[in-house]
């Protein structure tokens, strides 16, 4: 799937993506956002390339011309979708699928207002396997929660529009909307007719960690996301799960579409020594640069293992990837999306935003990413239709009961563990 994520003060970061907030968050399209905020939109010069350039790019308009002026559908020749259409070509032909991308302006103030963690929406994280855009997770509370949407559904279309061919920033784009308002979710299911949900739009507030003990002292830690909330509750989930006797932990980076890189070495601090390297980023002239974290945190003793899958990426994938190489924790799960290079969001006129993998990111072992994803120690393979186990829902269940939950990533986490 594919799916993390500043201005030059080092703000955010996606990397991809396989999956953004929604209400949800779309996984495959992830960054780590490396922000160069332009003071004002950037003005477009007639040509501003060579003569050559600028020469064959007369074909370019004499295609949209002839499309403008002789489609047999006038209405379907919309300049407004065609030059959409045009910028994602161009973009996809880079080959960094599910990241750099181009956003509308609604679409770049929904990415923008998932950082905080707050949106209007439904309540629901979504991703992309194999062609297929279906739900991951829903948020505890959520409208999709109470509506009887469950993780696994796979969606068909939002408001009678049929979802092929859509991107995660589409989907969002169409099943988010003000409070209040209704949207209407088709959705199947193995050996079920499709279902129809109309779900009343709330304003979401969607906590990026939770935590809940365990049996035999385990710690489960999720992260959903590396957003501006995720490193200090990430350190009030430990402290709370210290004092209530935690001697392990299982830090779940699933689903995880990255966020920002402030929050990522924070985080990372909290279970690696300070000064210890987190990535390597590598520049297109070929120079790089070790980012290191700043400050030991509260966990450096713990053994712990990370959960991770295809829909792991970005900032989620470069902590993977910094624990495995120091050789902190074991990683149980799939190999992750592979987003590996570091987004930076330009603004467009209009509102519009492209966002532009302008740097390469590495494991401190200087591994690659992009493309590969990083490779778990233990392979486990969740089938589709399995729940990814919530700590609200692992919450004081017993050891049988988690056996019987069907989510064998999470039982293979906590097996590791207490092999240790």
């Not at 006038?74 to 910028?87: H, N, W």
């Not at 960094?96 to 707050?118: K, M, V, Y």
């Not at 979504?126 to 297929?132: I, K």
């Not at 039982?411 to 092999?419: D, E, F, N, T, V």
């Amino acid at each position: 799937m594919a799916f993390i994520r500043i201005l030059q003060v080092r703000l955010p970061l996606w990397v991809t993506g396989f999956f953004l907030f929604i209400t949800l968050i779309g996984g495959l399209s992830g960054g780590i956002w490396l922000g160069i905020w332009l003071s004002r939109p950037q003005t477009v010069s007639a040509c501003p390339e060579t003569e050559t350039i600028c020469a064959d790019f007369a074909v370019f308009w004499d295609v949209w011309r002839l499309a403008r002026e002789r489609y047999v559908d006038p209405a379907a020749a919309d300049p407004a979708r065609m030059l959409e259409g045009a910028v994602d070509g161009m973009l996809a032909t880079l080959g960094d699928e599910g990241h750099t991308r181009f956003l509308t302006a609604a679409e770049a103030a929904q990415w923008q207002e998932s950082l905080s963690g707050e949106f209007e929406g439904i309540g629901i994280y979504v991703g992309e396997r194999n062609g297929t855009l279906l739900i991951l997770s829903l948020i505890e509370g959520s409208p999709a929660a109470a509506s009887g949407l469950r993780a696994g559904d796979r969606i068909l279309s939002v408001d009678g529009a049929a979802v092929d061919g859509w991107t995660i920033d589409q989907l969002v784009a169409r099943v988010r909307g003000p409070a209040g308002t209704p949207v209407t979710l088709e959705v199947s299911r193995p050996d079920t007719e499709p279902l129809r949900f109309t779900i009343t739009r709330a304003k979401i507030t969607a906590p990026s960690v939770s935590w809940a003990m365990l049996p035999n002292q385990i710690a489960l830690i999720r992260i959903t996301s590396f957003d501006e909330q995720a490193a200090s509750g990430l350190r009030k989930a430990l402290t709370e799960a210290k004092a209530a006797g935690a001697q392990r932990l299982i830090l779940d980076l699933r689903n995880n579409p990255g966020g920002l890189l402030s929050a990522l070495i924070t985080i990372a601090g909290e279970f690696l020594p300070a000064d210890t390297p987190v990535l390597i980023e590598r520049n297109r002239d070929g120079s790089q640069r070790v980012t290191t974290t700043r400050a030991a945190g509260i966990a450096q003793d713990l053994p712990l293992v990370v959960l991770i899958n295809g829909g792991s990426a970005s900032a989620a994938e470069i902590l993977a990837g910094a624990l495995q190489d120091a050789g902190r924790a074991v990683l149980v799960g799939e190999t992750t999306v592979g987003t590996g290079t570091v987004l930076t969001p330009f603004r467009l006129s209009g509102g519009a935003q492209l966002l532009l993998g302008t740097q390469e990111w590495r494991t401190p072992a200087g591994r690659q990413i992009r493309g590969k994803g990083i490779e778990p120690d233990q392979a486990v393979a969740q089938p589709l239709d399995a729940p990814i186990l919530l700590p609200a829902e692992a919450r004081n269940l017993s050891a049988e009961a988690l056996a019987a939950s069907g989510d064998v990533q999470l039982l293979a986490a906590i097996a590791a563990l207490q092999r240790e």
